[in-house]
């Protein structure tokens, strides 16, 4: 062949070969010198390991841990002060270690000054912002939710909505 690569200019290549970006000539000389090259073939099997390695590793699922589950199934007391000390301390602890936590617990208070700035608003705003705001939060998750969820959070906006309206009523 007349434009076979060195073994040199084959491992400078890998990275991107692995990463399947050559165009399409030059990878065809590549795959060549692979098929004739044992050395190399090793490399690039060693390379495509530890590349797929890295493209498996989900950043998300890395923290989806037990303490997570717990920090979610918390968070709502956490935020209103209902908890004990101890597991107040447990709940910042994991807030503060793990990014999805630290996320939910931005977005939970996002959610409740959203609330508390409602106050200022007139009724009707406030009532269109809010159902609008829950209905963005439930069609985010919409994906990783069963029926059964669903219901719930629908029958959740009810509740709200007409605690809402309660208290809309005592405040105008
Ligand atoms: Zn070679």
Redesign the pocket.
Known sequence: MQNE???NQ??ALMNFYVEDKLNSKLKEYVDE??R??P???AIYMRSKKIVNQVLSENPNEKYQTKQYEEFKNNISAYIDNELDEKTSVRIKKIAITNPLARKDLEDMYTFKRLLHNSFDKTKSEWKSDYSKYIINKLNQYEEIEDPFTKIIGAFAVMIMLIVIGFLATLYF
Do not use: D, E, Q, W
Request: glycine content about 0%.
């Open positions: 690569l060195t073994c084959v491992i010198h692979l004739n090259c050395k190399c073939r």
